[in-house]
């Protein structure tokens, strides 16, 4: 092996040894937690902001309660249910799929099996075979242009 | 396009129309989520002016107006005429009006109070506590709180005097009225 050849895959070994170690099992500290909680919450007072993002002052006093419910032990899901029993699911930024509320995520699915039905229906309607005339009307169609042919006068080119 | 996509497509477009005009016809200002129909979170505070407290177990058994304001607050300024005749019509009566002030300073909430004739038990949240318990989303906001303790109805933004009188007029028992 050349060495540049051994300097690629250690370049790569490194890479790899660097993603496996930022996505490892871990247990995450309360700083993390509250950034992971907060970004979920939505900023009340906002207009589509969430919690850790909005610079307003009811997000920091609600920053400020999740940073004391970490600390007081409560679980993530019991902090998101503190604030969803006041506020309901819209404090979610996105909407939990358990709840009626996660209907929201089968209207995409819904539209592009919708599109993918029109889209098939069409091609079917399209193809050669759909619009192929059946035996009796071919038979019909000869008779006609037998019949046709047979009328026909030898055709003159005016010249004459 | 097959029979029954067409007939989806219609029925989905149908289902939507009538999903819109209901939404439509629903007042944005009176939001029936989060907090509604559940019990009263409990608060004790330290009274804006005077000493002593404003709990809500004190008034366990009256109709309680919780009103959420503050003195930069123009809206809550437009409703504090409502809120005072309210207070003034039932203040020996079963109902009783707190204010709660929302983000604002002790003292700039304490000059609003004497400016705006402000007489009824007033108290400063706990930085957000009782706001976020509540569910308060932006000032003014009034709760109505029944006399079985349970959060009968919310209005979002400035309250008239006739959306007043008769919410309050709606939970007083009929024996009181």
Known sequence: ?160 | MPRWLRYSIVGGIVALTVVLMLAFRHDPLDIRTGTINRPAPAFVLDRLEGSGKVALADHAGKVVVLNFFASWCIPCKEENPALVRAWERYRTSDVVVIGILYQDSLDSGRRYLRDNGVTWPTAADDAGRIAFAYGVRGIPETYFIGTDGIIAGRHVGPIDETTLFNAIETLRPKAQR
């Open chain 1, 1 to 160: 092996m050349t060495r540049e050849r051994l300097l690629i895959v250690v370049a790569l070994l490194a890479i790899v040894g660097a993603l496996g170690w930022s996505v490892r099992p871990h247990e995450a500290t309360a700083a993390e937690r509250v950034d992971h909680i907060t970004s979920e919450l939505r900023c009340v007072t906002c207009q589509g902001l969430s919690v850790k993002d909005s610079p307003a002052e009811s997000a920091r006093q609600m920053r400020d309660l999740v940073v004391q419910r970490v600390a007081e032990g409560r679980t993530d899901d019991q902090i998101r249910d503190e604030f969803r029993a006041s506020y309901g699911d819209w404090v979610l930024l996105s909407p939990p799929v358990a709840s009626w509320t996660g209907l929201i995520w089968l209207v995409p699915l819904i539209a592009v099996a919708a599109g993918l039905a029109v889209a098939i229906g069409r091609v079917r309607t399209s193809s050669p075979t759909a619009g192929a005339p059946t035996a009796s009307e071919l038979a019909a169609l000869r008779d006609r242009v037998a019949r046709e042919e047979a009328l026909d006068l030898p055709q003159t080119d005016g010249a004459e």
